[in-house]
Nanobody, 127 residues
């Protein structure tokens, strides 16, 4: 398993942008596919994006498609989530997670596909 740490969360106004970072440490930190999930208060955890290794394939949930972009930087063992045009519905704790495999799951909601999780970072979208 890898150790993951997210950063970049915060308070932003509707329409604003944030970039979340997920830095991995451990053996072969750039090997697996990495996903981003989020969980809002009182709601189920939602898978929102995934990037394969190498970064030739990306997936997005309909709720974020066209607004969020996932990327990875193997030099820094990092995966980023650029979030633009943020809405109040995007308010949640955001988690990154690493799989045991290089490919993203066929179902983005398959949280059990991922075996390493970060502690999360809070994103609040509010005026």
């Amino acid at each position: 398993q890898l150790q993951l740490v997210e950063s970049g969360g915060g308070l932003v106004q509707p329409g604003g942008s944030l970039r979340l970072s997920c830095v991995a440490s451990g053996i072969n930190p750039n090997y697996p596919a990495v996903g981003w999930f989020r969980q809002a208060p009182g709601k189920e955890r939602e898978g929102i994006s995934c990037i394969s290794s190498p970064a030739v394939h990306t997936e997005y949930a309909d709720s974020v498609k066209g607004r969020f972009t996932i990327s990875r930087d193997t030099n820094n063992n990092a995966v980023y989530l650029q979030m633009n045009n943020l809405k109040s519905d995007d308010t949640a704790v955001y988690y990154c997670a690493a799989s045991k495999w290089r490919l993203c799951p066929t179902d983005l909601q398959s949280s059990t596909y991922f075996n390493s999780w970060g502690p999360g970072t809070q994103v609040t979208v509010s005026s």
